[in-house]
């Protein structure tokens, strides 16, 4: 099971990012004085429709999904498991923006609109498919060894730009 989940990890990322868009993404409230309040949520579907965001938010997992299997894109899978998602962590942010700037308030009710489930865990799906991406077409290594490595990697880095630094001793 473990081996599974490591090698069809993005995928499974992304099929996450997808059924995120179905789950409520934008939940509006309207309060009315003396009759109480409502609230209603929109899925990712409904709330972006056809618009450039809906489409790079579905598009884009389903890119990232099938690469794998695209000959063509063998050469830049690595490039495409990191850009893809950070270009729809940007969309999301860009959204989440948007909907909280949205209140509208008259003398007969108030309404507010704010970030739904779908939302918050499309994004952390994207978040999930970056680390995921690096960690697989970098070379990296999600397991102590992987850990040890990278310190190793940062350590020996850091010395090197000590030694540049320092002016040459004679």
């Not at 003396?34 to 929109?42: Q, Y």
């Not at 940007?90 to 989440?96: A, E, G, P, T």
């Not at 209140?103 to 978040?127: D, H, M, N, Q, R």
């Not at 992987?146 to 940062?154: C, N």
Request: aromatic share 8%.
């Amino acid at each position: 099971m473990k081996a599974i989940l490591k090698v069809h990890a993005l995928t499974i990322l992304s099929v996450i990012a997808v059924i995120a868009l179905a789950l409520p993404f934008i939940t509006v409230t309207t309060s009315v004085p003396f009759i109480g309040s409502r609230s209603d949520s929109m899925s990712g579907f409904n709330a972006l429709g056809t618009s450039l965001f809906g489409v790079i938010l579905i598009a884009g997992p389903i890119l990232v999904a099938v690469m794998n299997y695209i000959k063509a894109l063998a050469a830049h899978k690595g490039k495409i498991a990191i850009a893809i998602p950070i270009i729809c962590i940007l969309c999301v942010i860009y959204i989440i923006v948007q909907v909280n700037d949205v209140e509208i308030v008259s003398e007969y009710c108030k309404t507010s609109v704010g970030p739904g489930f779908g939302l918050i865990l499309a994004f952390l799906s994207y978040a999930a498919m970056i680390v995921v991406g690096a960690v697989e077409y970098r070379g990296y290594k999600l397991n102590k060894a992987g850990v040890e490595k990278l310190k190793r990697q940062d350590a020996e880095a850091e010395t090197i730009s000590q030694k540049a630094s320092d002016p040459d001793e004679e």
